[in-house]
Each structure stands twice: as structure tokens, then as C-alpha cells.
Antibody
Framework: EVQLVQSGAEVKKPGKSLKISCKVSGYSFTTSWIGWVRQMPGKGLEWMGIIYPGDSDIRYSPSFQGQVTLSVDKSISTAYLQWSSLKASDTAMYYC???????????WGQGTLVTVSS | ENVLTQSPGTLSLSPGERATLSCRASQSVSSSYLAWYQQKPGQAPRLLIYGTSSRATGIPDRFSGSESGTDFTLTISRLEPEDFAVYYCQQYGSSLTWTFGQGTKVEIK
């Protein structure tokens, strides 16, 4: 069974750094793209970026380029999303998802709620 | 940037009724690259339909997808209580970009 298990909720102050994780199991980690999707409170879904664990090829949405960093650790089948300096507007639920081919978000993590507040 | 516009914003229906959700693209979308997702409160989205009309694993056949030019449709033939949720369309575009529509909420009338 394919599973994506994300790290727990975070509460951070503005300006702090954060790295959240997405641990996958049930398939070969290096053979499928992993995407990250933001959902702000009460809002819709926004694609942030995708990474191919096999060679760490990354594509960022123009809206998130320079704002976040994607990475992976193949040794533990885990993908990461990180911020160097959080803003209140980063408050949202963040989902990781395994892509079907390059086109669709097939399997989803349960989400990580990030709250940024002073 | 290809913008996906979903309509209506909210659909109020009763169990057993037919639901028709629309997703219109501002530019041409390959039918191979249009998907629909369902999201229930407090849950992650779930892939329902990909490639415009192919059901994802485990999705019941009351869900179907179709297209007409740049207009894509998700139809739920007979609403079950568990189908009341928010539905998003998504397209894969050129240069490795992905876009979601703003969502349609299907609520109990």
C-alpha cells in the first residue's frame, strides 16, 4: 500500500525557519515525482513545486520560486519542504503527493498545518 | 498561464440527484492532462478522474468525466451522502506546470 506520512503540525514565529517532511512507503521512492500543494485557510489548492527523487530534478511554481526549497533524502525515502524565513502569509495546510506520471497528484499525504504567528 | 474556471461555485442538490460540474480552461488543454479531485472537510484531496475520463483506482462508476473543446465536465450520476464535498479540476500544462481550478462545493439541499 502506498503511503505518504507527513510530519506534525507546526507553530512558528515570523522570521523563523522550518522544514517539514513527507515519508513515503509502498513504492520505489526514486521512481515517482513528489509534489507539494498549499491550501490556505478556507481556500483552494495551489501547486508549489515538484521534485524527482531519482536525480533531485526540481520544478518550482513561479509563485513559490525563491520562497521555499524542496529536497529529498533517498536513504530514508523522505521529501522535504523548507522555508528560511516564515511569514504570516505562509499559514496554511501543506500536502505532499506522489504524481502519476508527471501529470496528476495520485497519492496524498495527510497534510501538515503550519501556523505562523507572533 | 492557463486559468481554470469552475462553475458553479456551489451546487445545492439532494441525495439521488445528478450533479454536473464544469471546468473551463482559458487556453487549450490536452484531454490527456485534465483531472478531478474530491476533498472532504479535514481530509486531503483524492484523485477521482484523470485523462479527462479515466476513473482512478477504487472510484465508483457514478463518477464520470467528459470534455467539449476547452470545457470539461465531471458528472456524478446519483449523489450518495458521501459525495457532498468540494471538487477541483486540475490541468498539466507545458513546461511542467500544474494548475487547479478554484473548486465547486456540492452541498446538501
Amino acid at each position: 500500500e502506498v503511503q505518504l506520512v507527513q510530519s506534525g503540525a507546526e507553530v512558528k514565529k515570523p522570521g523563523k525557519s522550518l522544514k517539514i517532511s513527507c515519508k513515503v512507503s509502498g513504492y520505489s521512492f526514486t521512481t515517482s515525482w513528489i509534489g507539494w500543494v498549499r491550501q490556505m485557510p478556507g481556500k483552494g489548492l495551489e501547486w508549489m513545486g515538484i521534485i524527482y527523487p531519482g536525480d533531485s530534478d526540481i520544478r518550482y511554481s513561479p509563485s513559490f520560486q525563491g520562497q521555499v526549497t524542496l529536497s529529498v533524502d533517498k536513504s530514508i525515502s523522505t521529501a522535504y519542504l523548507q522555508w528560511s524565513s516564515l511569514k504570516a502569509s505562509d499559514t496554511a495546510m501543506y500536502y505532499c503527493a506522489r504524481l502519476l506520471g508527471q501529470h496528476y497528484f495520485q497519492n496524498w499525504g495527510q497534510g501538515t498545518l503550519v501556523t505562523v504567528s507572533s | 498561464e492557463n486559468v481554470l474556471t469552475q462553475s458553479p461555485g456551489t451546487l445545492s442538490l439532494s441525495p439521488g440527484e445528478r450533479a454536473t460540474l464544469s471546468c473551463r480552461a482559458s487556453q487549450s488543454v490536452s484531454s490527456s492532462y485534465l483531472a478531478w479531485y474530491q476533498q472532504k472537510p479535514g481530509q486531503a484531496p483524492r484523485l477521482l478522474i484523470y485523462g479527462t475520463s479515466s476513473r482512478a483506482t477504487g472510484i465508483p462508476d457514478r463518477f464520470s468525466g467528459s470534455e467539449s473543446g476547452t470545457d470539461f465536465t465531471l458528472t456524478i450520476s446519483r449523489l450518495e451522502p458521501e459525495d457532498f464535498a468540494v471538487y477541483y479540476c486540475q490541468q498539466y500544462g507545458s513546461s511542467l506546470t500544474w494548475t487547479f481550478g478554484q473548486g465547486t462545493k456540492v452541498e446538501i439541499k
